[in-house]
T-cell receptor, first 120, second 116 residues
Framework: AQTVTQSQPEMSVQEAETVTLSCTYD???????LFWYKQPPSRQMILVIR??????QNATENRFSVNFQKAAKSFSLKISDSQLGDTAMYFC?????????????????FGTGTRLTIIP | DTGVSQDPRHKITKRGQNVTFRCDPI?????LYWYRQTLGQGPEFLTY????????KSRLLSDRFSAERPKGSFSTLEIQRTEQGDSAMYLC??????????????FGPGTRLTVL
C-alpha cells in the first residue's frame, strides 16, 4: 500500500514571494505518477501539476514547479510569485501507473494537505 | 466542454434516512471514481467504474453503500440508513482510460452530506 505524507499542515507567505510545499511518499512500485491538487475555499479540486516517475526532468506549469527526488521519495511543489488566488488547500497525491499486465486500479492516494494562505 | 458535475451540492438528512447522489463525468471519460473527504483530511478512495462495470470497492464502502453507473455515463452513489459518521464531502472524478497510459482524474465540486 502507498502512503503520502505532508508534514506542513499550514503555511503562509507574502504575496509575490516564493513558497515550497513538502511531500514524501512510500511505495514499492516503480512506475507511478505524482500530482499536486489545489482545493480553494469553494472546494473544487483542481489539478496543479503532474509528474511521471519515469521522467527525470521536473515538471513545470507556469509559476508552479516540482522538485522530484525519486530515490528519496520526495515531491515538493514550488510556487513562484505567489498570488492571492493561490490561497487554498494543497494535496499531494500518488497514483500507480498501469503496467503491461492489463487494467489496474489507478486510484489516487492523497496526503492530508497543506493549507496555504497568501497574505496581501 | 463542461467539467464533472455533481448533484446535489449539499444534503442534510436525519440519521436512518437514505440518500442518493449523482455524478455526471466529462462526456468522453470512461472512468469514474468516488472519493470521500472528511474535514481536515485528504480524499479517500471509495470505488471506481470502467464504463458501466464497477471494478473495485474500498473496504470503506460498507454494505450500506451502493454505486451504479448503468449506461456508462452518469453514476449514482446511494447510502442507506445513514449514520452521523457518514457526514463528509463526497467527491466524484473522471478520467479517460487510454490504451497505454493512465490519464489525470478531474474532480467535480462534491456533495456535502450532513447527517443529523
Amino acid at each position: 500500500a502507498q502512503t503520502v505524507t505532508q508534514s506542513q499542515p499550514e503555511m503562509s507567505v507574502q504575496e509575490a514571494e516564493t513558497v515550497t510545499l513538502s511531500c514524501t511518499y512510500d511505495t514499492s512500485e516503480n512506475n507511478y505518477y505524482l500530482f499536486w491538487y489545489k482545493q480553494p475555499p469553494s472546494r473544487q479540486m483542481i489539478l496543479v501539476i503532474r509528474q511521471e516517475a519515469y521522467k527525470q526532468q521536473n515538471a513545470t506549469e507556469n509559476r508552479f514547479s516540482v522538485n522530484f527526488q525519486k530515490a528519496a521519495k520526495s515531491f515538493s511543489l514550488k510556487i513562484s510569485d505567489s498570488q492571492l488566488g493561490d490561497t487554498a488547500m494543497y494535496f499531494c497525491a500518488f497514483m500507480r501507473r498501469r503496467g503491461t499486465r492489463g487494467f489496474g486500479n489507478e486510484k489516487l492516494t492523497f496526503g492530508t494537505g497543506t493549507r496555504l494562505t497568501i497574505i496581501p | 466542454d463542461t467539467g464533472v458535475s455533481q448533484d446535489p451540492r449539499h444534503k442534510i438528512t436525519k440519521r436512518g434516512q437514505n440518500v442518493t447522489f449523482r455524478c455526471d463525468p466529462i462526456s468522453e471519460h470512461n472512468r469514474l471514481y468516488w472519493y470521500r473527504q472528511t474535514l481536515g483530511q485528504g480524499p479517500e478512495f471509495l470505488t471506481y467504474f470502467q464504463n458501466e462495470a464497477q471494478l473495485e470497492k474500498s473496504r470503506l464502502l460498507s454494505d450500506r453503500f451502493s454505486a451504479e453507473r448503468p449506461k456508462g455515463s452518469f453514476s449514482t452513489l446511494e447510502i442507506q440508513r445513514t449514520e452521523q459518521g457518514d457526514s463528509a464531502m463526497y467527491l466524484c472524478a473522471s478520467s479517460l482510460e487510454l490504451l497505454a497510459d493512465t490519464d489525470t482524474q478531474y474532480f467535480g465540486p462534491g456533495t456535502r452530506l450532513t447527517v443529523l
